[in-house]
Nanobody, 126 residues
Framework: QVQLVESGGGLVQAGGSLIPSCVASERTFRTYAMGWFRQAPGKEREFVAAITWSRGSTYYADSVKGRFTISRDNAKNTVSLQMNSLKSEDTAVYYC???????????????????WGQGTQVTVSS
């Protein structure tokens, strides 16, 4: 059982930056693909970014490409999401998720993931 705990959300003005992070309890964290999803009020949960365990390949939703960067530190069991140039439409609860094994082509789907954190609120004021 993998436990995921997010932190680092908050309130920021449009154009600003935040770096939410997620710590995993599992010793074999490095073998999991990790993803970030978000859910705004009244909307479905949507994919934001993912990173594989083997080569650290990264994948992004079109809406965040060029603004967000996902990274992982396997020594610290941590995955982070550097969010720059934030917009009001980025406001949501952000969740990290873990999966093993996985299909790369499915990493944008929430159903691919087995473990989820409790979420961290990100609010961007315009």
């Amino acid at each position: 059982q993998v436990q995921l705990v997010e932190s680092g959300g908050g309130l920021v003005q449009a154009g600003g930056s935040l770096i939410p992070s997620c710590v995993a309890s599992e010793r074999t964290f490095r073998t999991y693909a990790m993803g970030w999803f978000r859910q705004a009020p009244g909307k479905e949960r949507e994919f934001v970014a993912a990173i594989t365990w083997s080569r650290g390949s990264t994948y992004y939703a079109d809406s965040v490409k060029g603004r967000f960067t996902i990274s992982r530190d396997n020594a610290k069991n941590t995955v982070s999401l550097q969010m720059n140039s934030l917009k009001s439409e980025d406001t949501a609860v952000y969740y990290c998720a873990a999966t093993r094994p996985y299909y790369i082509n499915h990493l944008a789907s929430s159903t691919e993931y087995d473990y989820w954190g409790q979420g961290t609120q990100v609010t961007v004021s315009s």
